[in-house]
């Protein structure tokens, strides 16, 4: 069973406009989220991070957004970059044990 | 080295054939990962080292998946009769620490294609 889901395989966005990338977990023990963002022929690499006794964290045109109760969180993009089209990946973990990524989300930005 | 590196890039191997995959983590980095990913699937664990620790070896799909971590630098994930549900991108990581704040950073992986 999924414990990290990005129900949005795919999502456009215009040049300039915000970005809204989704990620839900299941497990309530999470304490560490983290997105990373994947090129063609690439390994990730790391974005951003939030620990879950924060609700957010913003570093430059990036922040995420932590909803504990709703054991959802969210990765904000503002202003898009065509630089930002690649995947987007949530990982998350319980207790310093490796990380658990969900299946990812294809940002398209168009110029 | 600057970043982690793997080798090889890219393999094809014929069914029942065993392979190795090579990883050079971020000197000075204590923790090592390795995950793959499959066609159109996320990030999957197969084998965590920390230190001098024992790995964490819950994520081997099967028997026919092994690791180790020599000296506390590279990593070797070999995959004894390979058959063509291996086929994936193997990942490599290493991070200092949790690699929680900071990430862990990760290689351009190893290509498998099992024919």
């Known amino acids: 069973d999924q414990q990290v889901k990005q129900n949005s395989p795919s999502l456009s966005v215009q040049e300039g406009r915000i970005s809204i990338l989704n990620c839900d977990y299941t497990n309530s023990m999470f304490d560490y989220f983290l997105w990373y963002k994947k090129y063609p022929a690439e390994g990730p690499t790391f974005l951003i991070s939030?620990?879950?006794?924060?609700d957010k964290n913003e570093d430059g045109r990036f922040t995420v957004f932590l909803n504990k109760s709703a054991k959802h969180l969210s990765l904000h993009i503002v202003p898009s970059q065509p630089g930002d089209s690649a995947v987007y990946f949530c990982?998350?973990?319980?207790?310093?044990?490796?990380?658990?990524f969900g299946k990812g989300t294809r940002l398209s930005v168009i110029a | 080295g600057a970043g982690v590196s793997q080798s090889p890039s890219n393999k094809v191997t014929e069914k029942g054939k065993d392979v190795e995959l090579r990883c050079d983590p971020i000197?000075?980095?204590?923790?090592l990962y390795w995950y793959r990913q499959s066609l159109g699937q996320g990030l999957e664990f197969l084998i965590y080292f920390q230190g001098n620790s024992a790995p964490d070896k819950s994520g081997l799909p099967s028997d026919r998946f092994s690791a180790e971590r020599t000296g506390g630098s590279v990593s070797t994930l070999t995959i004894q009769r390979t058959q063509q549900e291996d086929s994936a991108v193997y990942l490599c990581?290493?991070?200092?620490?949790?690699?929680?704040?900071?990430?862990?950073?990760f290689g351009s992986g190893t290509r498998l294609t099992v024919v």
């Open positions: 990982a998350a973990s319980e207790g310093n044990t490796p990380l658990v």
């Open positions: 000197s000075g980095h204590t923790a």
């Open positions: 990581a290493s991070s200092a620490g949790t690699g929680l704040e900071g990430g862990y950073t």
């Open positions: 939030i620990s879950s006794i924060k």
